[in-house]
């Protein structure tokens, strides 16, 4: 083994050890977008009502990056469900799901906005590849706690479940769609998020204007 | 003593203030109903894996999808609710109710009133019903919440002018939690009973019911009189609880397919997690 090989093996090593160490960090992971939205938000150019539409394209860039939302809709369908789902229905379910809690946080957050703080709390690792990150939002000195669950896909932290004052976005849309597939088809699952979703835009349009 | 009912009764409806926002509960095995219409949903056994797994979300390994079944079953706590149909008329009530006098009240009390009032106001009565959280905590053997409660409470209602202030939240050691009796009952082990809806009073069950009326009794506004000024109490409170929430109901109703089974659910959930803390 000559100098050469062994600086070689060194230097992967080091920047493996670096890019492992980035990885099991969920929480840092986390504060990158966190920090890239109210920044969003409190951009002055995206505060006239004609921009809006804008900032909620910006916005949904990075939740696309951090947020695991295949794995989202998916675990709100119990496992024996998604299995009588056709491929297609797997699909236009996953993207309906996905633009509907897109748009109610969007438009929540949009509203909403004034000021509020978040203060990142701790994390705690599950294993290797899943961990939950605690944070809390603070407005007008009301504190909401939000938790989320994180997992390691591909090597980047996504976010795949989020909990509000305790209560499991999954954990309640499992229990709802569940009671709804007792008495209707999937379609009508399908149809009654699409109908949701064309309410948002239509409101989003009246709130434009 | 007809009197001191009737202000317990009006008082339970009132002093519950973030009925709507705020969910809470402990967890109670899903005692199933026999009419399918509401029932929990059918409990197939998450174990027993259905023969088609093959069309599963490309990426995800079996062990990620056990990890997110687990996750959403974890995140689902269920009560019995027998009485749903009086349910669902009470919680029709007071969604009109919210959207016809609650929220526009609060609308105009929040355009007369600064945040910085409102603040006040809301510390104020967070500190008067001090008893309520001390008591609680010594039943539930939480001596040293209760030991932060006094201190809280001292500092308070002298530094901060009879509680209008919050000097003690400058010092995270005096962090303290919700604590009533609802959560004592759980934290014994009674689970929810069942689930109820109050007129104005929102989402509660059997046992959180119990609860709020025990805790009427370590409440100073409900030894006021005459009832009516205890009543007019209890209404400007829940005005100014609503004011920092204004939209958080609305959001939530908005989110769901079935509102009424969502706040259900959200309610127990919410619970759950305080018994637990």
């Known amino acids: 083994m000559n100098i050469k090989t062994i600086s070689w093996a060194l230097i992967l090593i080091v920047f493996g050890t670096i890019r492992l160490a980035h990885a099991a960090q969920p929480m840092d992971v986390l504060k990158g977008p966190v920090d890239q939205i109210v920044k969003i938000l409190k951009d002055p150019r995206y505060h006239a009502a004609s921009k809006k539409a804008l900032q909620r394209e910006k916005m949904w860039g990075i939740a696309r990056q951090i947020f695991d939302f295949k794995a989202i809709a998916r675990g709100t369908i119990s496992r024996y469900r998604w299995s009588e789902f056709t491929p297609k229905q797997q699909e236009e379910f996953t993207n309906v799901f996905t633009e509907f809690i897109g748009n109610l946080y969007f438009k929540k957050i949009q509203s909403a906005y004034h000021n509020e703080k978040v203060v990142f709390l701790k994390q705690e690792m599950f294993t290797k590849s899943k961990a939950r990150v605690m944070t809390k939002i603070i407005r007008d000195s009301v504190e909401t706690p939000v938790d989320y669950s994180m997992w390691l896909q591909d090597g980047h932290w996504k976010i795949f479940n989020v909990y509000v004052e305790g209560v499991s976005l999954l954990g309640n849309y499992r229990d709802q769609f569940e009671r709804f597939l007792a008495n209707s088809s999937i379609d009508d699952l399908v149809s009654v998020l699409k109908k949701k979703v064309e309410q948002q835009k239509k409101e989003k349009g009246v709130e434009e204007q | ?277």
């Open chain 2, 1 to 277: 003593m007809r009197y001191a009912l009737i202000v317990l009764i009006v008082l339970a409806v009132f002093m519950t203030g973030c009925a709507h926002n705020s969910a809470r509960t402990p967890s109670v095995e899903p005692l199933t109903l026999s009419s399918p219409r509401h029932s929990d949903p059918p409990s197939m056994p998450e174990g027993q894996k259905p023969p088609e797994e093959k069309n599963k979300t490309p990426g995800l390994s079996n062990e990620e999808l056990d990890t997110l079944y687990a996750e959403a079953k974890a995140g689902t706590v269920h009560v019995a609710d027998p009485i749903e149909p009086f349910n669902r008329v009470m919680y029709h009530f007071n969604d009109k109710f919210y959207f016809w006098v609650l929220k526009p009240v609060t609308k105009g009390y929040k355009y007369v009133a600064p945040a910085g009032l409102r603040i006040a106001v809301r510390n104020f009565f967070d500190n008067l019903i001090m008893p309520v959280r001390l008591v609680n905590c010594v039943l539930q053997g939480k001596f040293h919440s209760a030991g932060t409660e006094v201190a809280r409470f001292v500092i308070n209602t002298t530094a901060g002018m009879l509680g209008f202030a919050d000097p003690a939240d400058n010092y995270p050691q005096l962090k303290t939690k919700d604590e009533d009796l609802g959560q004592t009952l759980g934290a014994y082990g009674i689970g929810n009973g069942f689930y109820i809806v109050w007129p104005l009073v929102g989402p509660s069950t059997l046992r959180d019911t119990v609860g709020l009326t025990g805790d009427l009794f370590l409440n100073p506004v409900a030894y006021v009189r005459p009832v009516g000024a205890a009543i007019g109490i209890a209404a400007y409170q829940r005005v100014n609880t609503t004011s920092f929430h204004i939209g958080d109901y609305e959001s939530l109703k908005e989110s769901a397919i079935d509102p009424y089974s969502a706040f259900r659910d959200a309610y127990i959930q919410n619970r759950a997690k305080k018994v637990r803390e």
